[in-house]
């Protein structure tokens, strides 16, 4: 092995050790934004380091921590070092690094390959545990899944007595099971609702999350009532509020309601939508916000008044909605862009700004009306008669919603039109200086 390849080696080496570290403190790399930048400070003696911002709530100030790692003379992790301004952080993170940092002096690559290998071994833990208790194999389609009591009790052990991130982890997987029987349901559901506030990591939770989905039962509401209630628990509680909103009931909307006021009103308003007429009882509630400073919040409670079948305001008159079947011509291009739902409005303004008549204001505002109204992986499409350059055309639209806060906007047209609508988007984002 040359030198410079050893050191890239023991960079890797570093990094991964680092991420493994992380995860299995309970801290999620994911959502420390400046955790890339270990990535790009790998020097060439095998040393990296790292700043990190770290925040247990909302309300928590950020404290920031200086991560160092080191590589010594040849291909071994020497130390791992934290040091930062806050003291609770400092003895923290070195009770952590201390905990899962190997020996003092050095790991090795066969130390590193163990590691790994120990890994792959917690990943496979929950299904060498159901062949040990003679279940049959559970399907890697999660859609057909379904455990019985004794598939779910090996689950739960596995998870309960593992130390191991990974193995918790597929247990997790696993268990998004939508097919279990209710009984299996409520079981697990509470067992769940029981684990949510014991790990910070809150990928981890939003594990835990998309396995309630799947188990959740209406007489989960009050316990998943007391954890939304637990500020201590912070934005991880966003994913229980969905969560409630699968339950169909009606003390569920009760329980979103009180969240419209604080920093869970956008995800008790989807949970709100999910429920549709049972949440109708909570409208005065959600009208209230229709007038929120935050647009994405007037939004959410608009579309949940709807999803409820209740007016909010005239809509626009619906006229170039078509079907599926339609397509454009063979000679016109596409042109797509990916936005944040606060973005579209801007897109589309974009779109009338090339054309000289057929789609403005009222062209926005109608296809706007039908995208508040769609629900995830929905598509919408629109044609519309235009002006553009003296002469008429048509302008093809579509809206895909891959979540509640991203829509895919399409436009099919005349070539030099689409060159047109993309020049000015380019320049509406990215203006000369």
């Avoid at 130390?79 to 201390?98: H, N």
């Avoid at 309630?212 to 009050?222: I, N, Q, R, S, Y």
């Avoid at 009338?352 to 706007?368: D, H, K, N, R, W």
């Avoid at 044609?383 to 991203?406: H, T």
Wanted: net charge negative; proline share 5%; aromatic share 6%.
């Amino acid at each position: 092995m040359t030198e410079n390849s050893e050191m890239v080696v023991v960079g890797e080496i570093l990094r991964r050790h680092f991420v493994w570290v992380l995860l299995e403190a309970g801290l999620d790399p994911e959502q420390l934004p400046e955790t890339h930048a270990l990535y790009d400070s790998i020097q060439c003696d095998g040393a990296a380091g790292a700043l990190l911002r770290f925040q247990s709530t909302e309300e928590e100030a950020v404290a920031v921590a200086a991560i160092k790692l080191a590589g010594g003379g040849g291909p071994k992790l020497v130390r791992i070092e934290a040091t930062c301004g806050s003291e609770a952080l400092a003895k923290r993170l070195a009770g952590l690094f201390g905990a899962y940092a190997g020996s003092q002096d050095g790991e090795s690559y066969r130390d590193q390959h163990r590691i790994d290998d120990e890994d792959s071994l917690a990943w496979r833990a929950p299904e060498r545990a159901l062949i040990a208790a003679g279940c049959p194999p559970i399907p890697c389609d999660r859609r057909t899944r379904k455990l019985d009591s004794v598939a779910a009790a090996v689950l739960m052990n596995v998870y309960e007595t593992s130390v191991a991130f990974r193995a918790r982890e597929r247990v997790l997987f696993l268990l998004q099971a939508p097919k279990t029987g209710n009984q299996v349901k409520d079981l697990l559901g509470r067992w769940l609702i029981d684990q949510f506030p014991r790990f910070e990591n809150r990928r981890h939770r939003d594990q835990i999350g998309c396995a309630l989905l799947d188990l959740v039962c209406p007489g989960h509401v009050d316990a998943l009532a007391r954890l939304i209630a637990n500020e201590s628990l912070g934005a991880s509680r966003s994913v229980l509020c969905s969560v409630v909103g699968k339950t169909r009931t009606l003390s569920g909307a009760q329980v979103l309601a009180t969240q419209l006021g604080g920093s869970l009103a956008a995800p008790a308003l989807n949970g709100l939508a999910v429920l549709g007429p049972r949440a109708a009882g909570e409208a005065s509630a959600v009208r209230a916000i229709l007038s929120d400073s935050r647009p994405a919040v007037r939004r959410l409670a608009k579309r949940a008044l709807q999803r409820m079948g209740l007016a909010v305001e005239p809509s626009p008159s619906i006229s170039h909605l078509i079907s599926g079947e339609s397509s454009p011509p063979a000679q016109y291009v596409e042109w797509s862009v990916n936005l944040d739902i606060d973005d579209l409005a801007d897109a589309l303004g974009v779109v009338g700004s090339v054309t000289q008549g057929g789609f403005g204001t009222a062209g926005a505002a109608e296809i706007a009306s039908v995208v508040e109204a769609m629900r995830v992986d929905e598509i919408r499409r629109f044609k519309f008669p235009v002006q553009f350059r003296g002469e008429p055309y048509e302008i093809w639209l579509s809206v895909f919603l891959d979540d509640n806060d991203s829509p895919d906007l399409w436009l099919a047209a005349h070539p030099d039109l689409v060159l047109e609508v993309e020049t000015a988007w380019r320049k509406s984002r990215f203006p000369s200086p």
